[in-house]
C-alpha cells in the first residue's frame, strides 16, 4: 500500500464491485472517461480480476483513494488511473476521481502527489500527463498545483451539451530529469 498522513492508495478489491458500479455508470462523469454506455456488475468484477494484472502487462493501473479517518477506518472516496502506459518512452497518462462529498478536502491533492511519487520513483517514468476539458477549473488548479504545465490545447474535442468545448493537455516531468 502507498499512504501518507491524508490518503492510502490501495488496490481495487472485490469488494469495491459496487462503488465502482455506481461511480462509472454517473453519466455526469461518462464525458472525462470517454464512456458512451453503463457497465454491468459482471463486467466490472472480470475488470476487478484482471486488475491485479502487472502494470507492464495492461499499461494502466487503478487505485482505489482511502481517506484516513481519525479513531475510525479509512473511507474509500475516489480512485486514481495511470493509462497508456509506456515503458519504453517511460511516459502514461494519469486521471483522477474523488466522489462529490470529499471534494475541497485536500484529498485530491494529496492523492495526486503521493501517486506522482510512486510513479516517478517506483515505476522510474520520465513524465506524466493528463487531459482536462477547459471548464474543469478545479482539475485545472489541482494539477497545476501539482506542477504539471499546460503544453497544448485541442480546440473544439469534446463534443457536451452546450457544444464543443476544448480539452487542455498538461505534462508534468519527474523533478530530477530535467
Known sequence: MIQNDEVLLRAVEPGDVDLLYDWENRMELWPVSNTLAPFSKAQLVRYVKNAALDVFQTRQLRLM???????EVPVT??????????PFHNRAGLG?????????????ASALKLFMSYAFSTLGLH?????????NTASIKLFESAGFTLVGVKQEWLKTSKGYEDELMFQCFRPSSR
Open 65 to 71: 483513494i482511502d481517506a484516513h479517518k481519525v479513531h
Open 96 to 108: 483522477i476521481m474523488v466522489n462529490q462529498e470529499w471534494r475541497g478536502r485536500g484529498v485530491a
Open 127 to 135: 513524465q506524466l500527463y493528463c487531459h482536462i476539458s477547459e471548464s
Open 77 to 86: 472516496v475516489g480512485m486514481i488511473d495511470l493509462f497508456d502506459f509506456d
